[in-house]
């Protein structure tokens, strides 16, 4: 069972960058499917972006295509969400989870096996 640990997060302003890091331990980080998800004041989560066990594929929430980006370090076990051009709709807190299931099962479901404890994410404009 792999445990992931969230850091990053904070405060912002609009046009902003700020990257989010999910470590993961557990000697089988490298064979879960990695994903972001986020949950703003009064709105359900919503998927952000997944990413592949080996780092090739990644999927993107159409509001972050293009400003954020995922990726994975599988010999750090560290997973991580950069992101740009970050607009006031992003303040939400921030959740990585991970799944043993392939990544394009992970993009069209919200109960992923595991999950950090979530950060939050404040852009002010």
């Known amino acids: 069972q792999v445990r992931l640990v969230q850091s990053g997060g904070g405060s912002v302003q609009a046009g902003g960058s700020l990257t989010l890091s999910c470590a993961g331990s557990?000697?089988?980080?490298?064979?879960?499917?990695m994903a972001w998800f986020r949950q703003s004041a009064g709105k359900e989560r919503k998927f952000v972006a997944a990413?592949?066990?080996?780092?090739?594929?990644?999927f993107y929430a159409d509001f972050v295509k293009d400003r954020f980006t995922i990726s994975r370090d599988n010999s750090k076990n560290m997973m991580t969400l950069r992101m740009t051009k970050l607009k006031s709709e992003d303040t939400a807190i921030y959740y990585c989870?991970?799944?043993?299931?392939?990544?394009?099962?992970?993009?069209?479901?919200?109960?992923?096996?595991?999950w950090g404890q979530g950060t939050l994410v404040t852009v002010s404009s």
């Open positions: 989870a991970a799944d043993r299931d392939e990544v394009v099962s992970v993009v069209t479901r919200e109960s992923l096996e595991v």
């Open positions: 557990g000697h089988t980080f490298s064979r879960y499917s």
């Open positions: 990413i592949s066990w080996s780092g090739d594929t990644t």
